[in-house]
């Protein structure tokens, strides 16, 4: 994402999976058509997590796995989620090659986790969300949101 200075900041420190869960709920009332959260953290971070607590948060009672190997869900919520996984891919021109920009520029919402491997494709108004590990249970989320 490229960075800017009308970026506004915001740090959430999440003890459980519940609390995520809470965070995820929240975010999903910031999303409309065509958004993109890109997601940023090691493996393990809870990535997935934070994607299940926004696609139940706009109406998905289904599974959510991550796509590691298909790359691509959609969820049929309204509007529908793309939940993307590039952890496969090594190169931004992988991603083209399965049709990310589709996605990015979509009607949907488009949640990218490994997002730092197509950094330059992500639109400047993509909300950032870093996610670091504290603890096992704990987690720290810097959410960046464009002004």
Known sequence: MTTSENVSAETVDSHS??????????LATELRPGAVVA????LGAGK????????????FAGAVTSPT???IHEYPTDPPIY??????????????????????RGRGVCIVEWADRIERLL??????????VVSETA?????????
């Open 69 to 71: 190997f298909t790359i």
């Open 48 to 59: 997935t997590v934070l994607v299940k607590a926004i696609a139940r948060a706009l109406g």
């Open 17 to 26: 999976v519940e609390e995520t869960f809470a965070l995820g709920r929240r």
């Open 123 to 132: 639109p400047p108004r993509a909300l950032a969300v870093h996610i670091e």
């Open 139 to 147: 987690r720290r989320f810097t959410i960046r949101r464009p002004c």
């Open 83 to 104: 939940h993307v996984d590039l952890y496969r891919l090594n190169t931004e021109q992988e991603a083209l090659e399965v049709g990310i920009e589709e996605y990015l």
């Open 39 to 42: 997601l940023y953290g090691e």
